[in-house]
């Protein structure tokens, strides 16, 4: 069971578009983690977010963690063929897990 | 080594075999974790230790799955017995942060995955 809810499942876009992926859940989380995985290789870390409200950015990707601490988002300016794959939110519980979501998997055309 | 090893990368199984899937995380990192992921889906959570302490297993589908890290290192998964739905990769990941029983957060450094198809 996903705890995690990512939205959209599927995203395809041309080179160049913006688009915005979502990661929402009815837990607190103390902690949230993106990463990105690629066909064949583990996932990868891209950020962590830690204060609700918190706005990380890491050059064309823009990270935002709920004011409640339930819900995330990233945003990808002007998307690259690169930044196809796997994006997965993941939320630190208390029992020791670290829950992902089923992720959004981007797939941008050139 | 530099990064978090599995082994084997592809195992394919007979239904009703008995399969081991090997871990050898960051030297030095004190979280593991077991994550198993289905085509197309996300990791899910199956099992994480603590050293050589297993802190939760509430992951674990059944009760043919058993994981150990007896000297809070090398990690294996075995499958007993297993059945088509175990089709899946095998995720191991493994952080520097865990103290006093509790995963603290943290980065998770994943291997590449074992991929595993039961006939």
């Known amino acids: 069971t996903q705890l995690l809810e990512q939205s959209p499942q599927f995203l395809s876009i041309q080179e160049g578009e913006n688009l915005t992926v979502y990661c929402n859940s009815s837990?607190?989380?103390?902690?949230l983690q993106w990463y990105r995985q690629e066909p064949g290789e583990g996932p990868v870390l891209l950020v962590t977010?830690?204060?609700?409200?918190e706005v990380k950015k890491l050059k064309r990707l823009t990270f935002q963690f709920g004011d409640a601490r339930k819900d995330s988002s990233l945003h990808i300016t002007a998307a690259q063929t690169g930044d196809t794959g796997l994006y997965l939110c993941?939320?630190?519980?208390?029992?020791?897990?670290?829950?992902f979501g089923a992720g959004t998997r981007l797939t941008v055309k050139p | 080594g530099a990064g978090v090893s599995q082994s084997p990368r592809y195992k394919v199984a007979k239904r009703g075999q008995d399969v081991a899937l090997r871990c050898d995380p960051i030297s030095g990192h004190v979280s593991l974790f077991w994550y198993q992921q289905a085509l197309g889906q996300g990791p899910e959570f199956l099992t994480y230790f603590q050293n050589e302490a297993q802190l939760d297993k509430s992951g674990l589908p059944s009760d043919r799955f058993f994981a150990e890290r007896p000297e809070g290192s090398v990690s294996t998964l075995k499958i007993q017995r297993t059945q088509q739905e175990d089709s899946a990769v095998y995720l191991c990941?493994?952080?520097?942060?865990?103290?006093?029983?509790?995963?603290?957060?943290?980065?998770?450094?994943f291997g590449e995955g074992s991929r595993l198809t039961v006939l």
């Open positions: 837990s607190v989380f103390s902690s």
């Open positions: 977010v830690v204060t609700g409200g």
């Open positions: 990941a493994s952080s520097l942060y865990g103290a006093g029983g509790r995963f603290l957060g943290g980065e998770l450094f």
């Open positions: 993941a939320g630190a519980g208390n029992n020791n897990d670290m829950r």
